[in-house]
């Protein structure tokens, strides 16, 4: 279904200014200025009342056009399945909060986030086979470490943690919990994800109340901000050649929208969020599609992401094909925080 809207239009009278000599007075057959002319409209814009409907344009994506592997979770289990949703695995079962999975490069190990103390309770990076046996705390620590992402050698998992004291930093492990080290930087650190080259990251973070996309060189510790919009720009997911990177936005939404712009008004008291894509610089950004959305990974090929907002879909990066991703394993609609090998 496509999103329905309304249409606000605003206009306003323009004030005519006294003249610098006195006028004579219109006589009844004097014709008048009608309102129309003495008018000045402002634009009009296009409110789209939520993006929760599926938004279906283009040709549409075939299923048998996709492969590989997907992990996500619904904010309780980790689990993987294929693209079609068969060979299904649950990763991470436990009472409580298991979320926020990341592939291992060759595709034997998940890296995810432990909440089953709470949230921001003693958070704690795992890692777990992909059959979903041999569970180990890679983080091991007192405060809360979350994030995680394996770097494309395998060598490396960043994660970001508030250990230092309040503020998120980055920190880079191996996967066997040595060589532990902080990314150097002062910057507020917050869902590294890697570069396909392995010498970046870029993440998101806080600038006061706000949140945009930086990317840090890790050789110079160099940090560029890439987006400055206002609202949140966040969980940044890298293309797999290194030319894009899509985000999650709220720039869409009506609070933050130009007023000359179309907007999407989200549920009360929530944001809209929907994904949006930038050359790797930062330059260029484009909306993919209004439907709501709050994560996304690529697909290993690069044609194709993976969008988790009120179900779990796959589109183009121009937005078309639309289909949505589900596992008989999973009666409801899937989302979490996805990855995709």
């Known amino acids: 279904m496509r999103l329905q809207s309304g249409i606000a239009i605003l206009a306003s009278l323009a004030i005519l200014g006294a003249c610098a000599s006195p006028s004579p007075v219109p006589s009844a057959d004097t014709p008048r200025p009608s309102l129309a002319q003495t008018a000045t409209p402002l634009p009009s814009r296009v409110v789209h009342e939520g993006g929760h409907q599926p938004v279906v344009v283009g040709e549409p994506i075939e299923l048998a056009d996709l492969s590989g592997r997907i992990v996500t979770d619904d904010f309780e289990d980790v689990f993987a399945f ?32 432990d909440s089953t103390r709470g949230i921001n309770e003693d958070d704690e990076i795992f890692i777990a086979s992909a059959n979903g046996t ?111 990177i899509a985000f999650t936005t709220v720039r869409d939404d009506c609070r933050f929208a130009p007023r000359t712009q179309e907007c999407w008004r989200g549920d009360v008291d929530d944001e809209h969020h929907d994904i949006w894509i930038m050359d790797a610089d930062g330059s260029n950004p484009r909306r993919v599609t209004p439907e709501s959305g709050q994560f996304v990974t690529w697909s290993p090929d690069g044609n194709y992401l993976l969008v988790s907002g009120r179900a779990l879909y796959v589109v183009r990066p121009d937005g078309t094909g639309r289909l949505e991703i589900r596992t008989p394993d999973i009666p409801l609609a899937l989302g979490g925080i996805p990855d995709w090998r």
Not at 187 to 214: C, H, I, K, M, Q
Request: cysteine-free; charged content about 20%; overall charge negative.
């Open 82 to 113: 294929d693209v079609d949703g068969s060979n299904f695995v649950r990763i991470a079962g436990n009472p409580g909060a298991e979320f926020d999975a990341s592939w291992s490069p060759d595709g034997e190990f998940v890296v995810y986030r």
């Open 134 to 244: 041999g569970h180990r705390n890679l983080t091991n620590h007192p405060a809360n470490d979350w994030g995680p992402d394996w770097s494309p050698d395998g060598s490396t998992i960043a994660f970001n943690s508030d250990r230092d004291g309040g503020a998120l930093s980055g920190f880079l492990v191996a996967p066997d919990g040595s060589n532990l080290r902080r990314i150097d930087t002062n910057a507020w650190l917050e869902y590294p994800v890697w570069s396909p080259d392995g010498t970046r990251l870029a993440f998101e973070g806080a600038l006061g109340a706000n949140y945009e996309v930086f990317v840090v060189d890790l050789a110079t510790a160099e940090v560029t901000q890439l987006t400055d919009q206002p609202g949140q720009d966040g969980w940044p997911a890298w293309s797999p050649d290194g030319s894009m």
